[in-house]
């Protein structure tokens, strides 16, 4: 666990930034966006990519993915515009076993005002006494789980989104009852956010709602982030380690980064040549179901799957919601966009695993079921026999 104030994450960025940019060796591409693995005799030789000025290739012995996550994916994420689960999408086409998909973390407390972005009001908040409650100033957490506020992430969660059916209106959270100095002293980069919003953290209520904030699955690796496709290596959200099971907690983000990214870095430098470690393959069963769904007139647009995914295969999932949304995202195409190819891996993982388990809540299969699915399931392009069809 690692903090600078409010923002760690930042200030990780700004670090590394700075002791990359120092070294004559590296060479950068700002604003590029690599778009292809390229795959020679089984292993991957390098990237595809396009900026500014076109695009080109770039060859390696190893390649990293180190791409964040995928909030995109969903009309209403904490995820800044970038994160569109490009590494997942590029490493998936190429062949590369991506696994627990289905759980996604929602996080239940996103500034929820018309045109503004949907910035995350860390839960730190009400670990310092800020409180959840309706529009009637009541609270009502404890209406949905006995832990109240401070219940996981995603029962908060659900139950905000539930206390919004119940009554019809808006929640908030409210630090009125801790010191206003306090407050802006403590969380400075929220309060300015808040203060650009026109509120005042200390003082006024919050509006506040779930938003798709992490995803707990990626691209398979080893725990020196080795993929299951020999010369890529994966670290950070986007890779799937397996130290979040179905419920990630709390800046565990920064364990995948940081040691996972170093460990990666080690590996990539001492053996780039070797192979995931059989073990971790071992780990996973292959997904055994495969589903159809009607094919849509035309393609839809980016913002159209978003908010299918969000209304779909959100916080509330189930049976038929599930192949609503895969009807709709329809048959892999060879030029779609990466928020398409992630959402029907999320689609179909969730619709394969029929149980409710941490991120992942249905409400037709609304238990855990340890008997038939306390196991992880690891899903490849080629099990994927809907795209040919």
């Known amino acids: 666990m690692l903090h600078a104030r409010d923002a760690t994450g930042r200030e990780i960025g700004r670090t590394l930034w700075d002791r990359v940019a120092a070294i004559i060796n590296v060479r950068t591409h700002a604003h590029a966006r690599a778009t292809q693995l390229i795959v020679e005799d089984g292993r991957c030789a390098g990237v595809r990519y396009v900026d500014a000025e076109g695009g080109g290739t770039v060859r390696a012995r190893c390649t990293l993915l180190a791409t964040g996550g995928a909030g995109q994916v969903y009309s209403e994420t904490t995820n800044p515009p970038v994160a569109t689960g490009d590494g997942v999408a590029i490493a998936y086409r190429a062949g590369a076993g991506v696994a627990d998909l289905e759980f996604v973390q929602f996080?239940?407390?996103?500034?929820?005002m018309e045109g503004q972005p949907r910035f995350l009001l860390s839960e730190a908040l009400r670990g310092e006494g800020a409180r959840l409650v309706n529009d009637a100033g009541e609270r009502f957490m404890t209406r949905y789980d006995p832990a109240g506020d401070l219940a996981p992430r995603d029962r908060?969660?659900?139950?905000?989104?539930?206390?919004?059916q119940r009554t019809g209106g808006r929640v908030y959270l409210t630090l009125r009852d801790l010191d206003p100095q306090f407050v802006h002293r403590r969380f400075p980069l929220i309060s300015d956010a808040c203060r650009r919003a026109g509120l005042d953290l200390a003082i006024d209520r919050i509006p506040v709602g779930p938003a798709a904030h992490y995803v707990m699955g990626g691209v398979v690796t080893d725990v020196n982030g080795r993929t299951t496709l020999s010369g890529l290596f994966a670290a950070g959200e986007?890779?799937?380690?397996?130290?979040?099971?179905a419920n990630r907690l709390a800046s565990n983000s920064l364990l995948e980064g940081l040691v996972f990214g170093a460990r990666a870095g080690a590996a990539m430098r001492t053996a780039p040549e070797a192979a995931i470690e059989e073990a971790a393959v071992q780990e996973f069963e292959p997904r055994s179901t495969t589903f159809y769904g009607e094919r849509p007139g035309s393609p839809i647009g980016v913002a159209e799957a978003q908010r299918i995914m969000w209304e779909q295969a959100g916080l509330f999932r189930d049976g038929d919601g599930l192949m609503a949304a895969f009807a709709a995202l329809g048959p892999a195409q060879p030029d779609e966009a990466t928020t398409h190819t992630v959402a029907r891996v999320i689609v179909l993982s969730a619709l394969a695993r029929e149980e409710s388990r941490g991120g992942h809540f249905r409400l037709d299969?609304?238990?855990?079921n340890d008997s038939r699915w306390k196991r992880r399931i690891m899903d490849t392009v080629e099990q994927d026999l809907w795209q040919k069809k």
Do not use: D, F, N, S
């Not at 986007?238 to 099971?245: I, K, M």
């Open 107 to 112: 996080h239940p407390t996103a500034l929820k």
């Open 156 to 164: 908060v969660a659900r139950g905000i989104a539930r206390e919004e």
């Open 238 to 245: 986007v890779a799937c380690t397996g130290v979040h099971g």
């Open 365 to 368: 299969y609304p238990q855990r």
